[in-house]
């Protein structure tokens, strides 16, 4: 890592994912998951025993979370929400909301500090941002943003007082005041501008409270400081990265999924490891990932 703290890269798990997504970390289980969103498969890896394996899915899922008190996960597939239990394949669908067109489907998502589950949709292709960010309570969801490219960045401080969200294309990361108790969202900022040619991608927060971005399309993850500067960098050898989860006993690895998609055969050739999941070492601790909280 470039300036404040370092990064060793430990492990590179060889998956060649197309659009590898949603990497979090489940403490009790000691293994990271992530999503293959268009293979339509979803992975869980224990990093000790470098034990792989790979569910398919009934939809392509775009993110998802771990439930309190059971080995479901709270899916956002493409149509709508879900609990899912992989081993089983069972699935229980909770709404499925208009998406208005065809080409729209779930894309980031994540649990925030109170249990509940934020997921956004996206637009695949040409068509009018009409993309949402929902969040989900219990068996409701209630949107809380519209007029949406592409969802992403979807993060939480420490204290849950405030949600990270970026419309992908805007090359911004957005900062809103969170209400604990509702759920209810405002006094919208802007947090931090990516450069050209980098978009920001799946983020997670640290226990400092610093967030970190997957810059898709410039082969890094960056660390913000709560201010909103940059107080770091990660080069990844892999121009896609997409998402960030914090793992491992300490809470101080840090695991980057990726994409091969839409790459080029003369760019896959340079990019061997491009859709792999990466491993690294580093001295920042992060946050456990919360749990849905299933009323």
């Given at each position: 890592?470039?300036?404040?703290?370092?990064?060793?890269?430990?492990?590179?798990?060889?998956?060649?994912?197309?659009?590898?997504?949603?990497?979090?970390?489940?403490?009790?289980?000691?293994?990271?998951?992530?999503?293959?969103?268009?293979?339509?498969?979803?992975?869980?890896?224990?990093?000790?025993?470098?034990?792989?394996?790979?569910?398919?899915?009934?939809?392509?899922?775009?993110?998802?979370?771990?439930?309190?008190?059971?080995?479901?996960?709270?899916?956002?597939?493409?149509?709508?929400?879900?609990?899912?239990?992989?081993?089983?394949?069972?699935?229980?669908?909770?709404?499925r909301p208009d998406h208005g067109a065809a080409n729209i489907r779930?894309?980031?998502?994540?649990?925030?500090?109170?249990?509940?589950?934020?997921?956004?949709?996206?637009?695949?292709?040409?068509?009018?941002?009409?993309?949402?960010?929902?969040?989900?309570?219990?068996?409701?969801?209630?949107?809380?943003?519209?007029?949406?490219?592409?969802?992403?960045?979807?993060?939480?401080?420490?204290?849950?007082?405030?949600?990270?969200?970026?419309?992908?294309?805007?090359?911004?990361?957005?900062?809103?005041?969170?209400?604990?108790?509702?759920?209810?969202?405002?006094?919208?900022?802007v947090f931090a501008q990516t450069p050209h040619g980098a978009f920001?991608?799946?983020?997670?927060?640290?226990?400092?409270?610093?967030?970190?971005?997957?810059?898709?399309?410039?082969?890094?993850?960056?660390?913000?400081?709560?201010?909103?500067?940059?107080?770091?960098?990660?080069?990844?050898?892999?121009?896609?990265?997409?998402?960030?989860?914090?793992?491992?006993?300490?809470?101080?690895?840090?695991?980057?999924?990726?994409?091969?998609?839409?790459?080029?055969?003369?760019?896959?050739?340079?990019?061997?490891?491009?859709?792999?999941?990466?491993?690294?070492?580093?001295?920042?601790?992060?946050?456990?990932?919360?749990?849905?909280?299933r009323a």
């Amino acid at each position: 890592m470039t300036t404040a703290g370092t990064a060793e890269l430990i492990d590179i798990v060889p998956v060649g994912n197309t659009l590898g997504e949603g990497v979090l970390w489940d403490p009790a289980g000691e293994r990271v998951w992530w999503t293959d969103i268009q293979e339509r498969r979803l992975f869980r890896y224990d990093p000790q025993r470098r034990a792989l394996e790979r569910f398919d899915l009934p939809e392509r899922l775009g993110s998802f979370g771990l439930v309190e008190g059971c080995d479901d996960i709270v899916a956002a597939f493409e149509s709508g929400f879900a609990f899912y239990h992989p081993e089983t394949a069972r699935l229980d669908w909770v709404a499925r909301p208009d998406h208005g067109a065809a080409n729209i489907r779930f894309n980031d998502g994540r649990v925030d500090r109170q249990g509940r589950f934020w997921a956004g949709s996206m637009v695949e292709g040409p068509g009018e941002p009409t993309g949402k960010l929902y969040c989900l309570r219990g068996g409701k969801p209630e949107v809380r943003l519209t007029g949406i490219a592409i969802s992403n960045s979807i993060c939480f401080s420490p204290d849950g007082k405030h949600l990270y969200f970026a419309d992908t294309p805007q090359r911004t990361i957005l900062r809103y005041d969170l209400d604990a108790t509702t759920g209810a969202i405002a006094n919208r900022r802007v947090f931090a501008q990516t450069p050209h040619g980098a978009f920001p991608d799946g983020s997670n927060v640290d226990s400092h409270g610093h967030v970190w971005n997957a810059h898709w399309g410039a082969g890094r993850v960056v660390r913000y400081a709560p201010d909103g500067s940059t107080v770091g960098t990660i080069d990844v050898p892999a121009t896609q990265p997409t998402c960030i989860a914090f793992g491992g006993k300490d809470l101080d690895l840090l695991f980057v999924s990726s994409a091969r998609q839409n790459l080029s055969g003369a760019v896959l050739a340079r990019e061997p490891h491009a859709g792999d999941l990466f491993v690294y070492k580093v001295d920042i601790k992060g946050l456990a990932d919360s749990r849905f909280v299933r009323a």
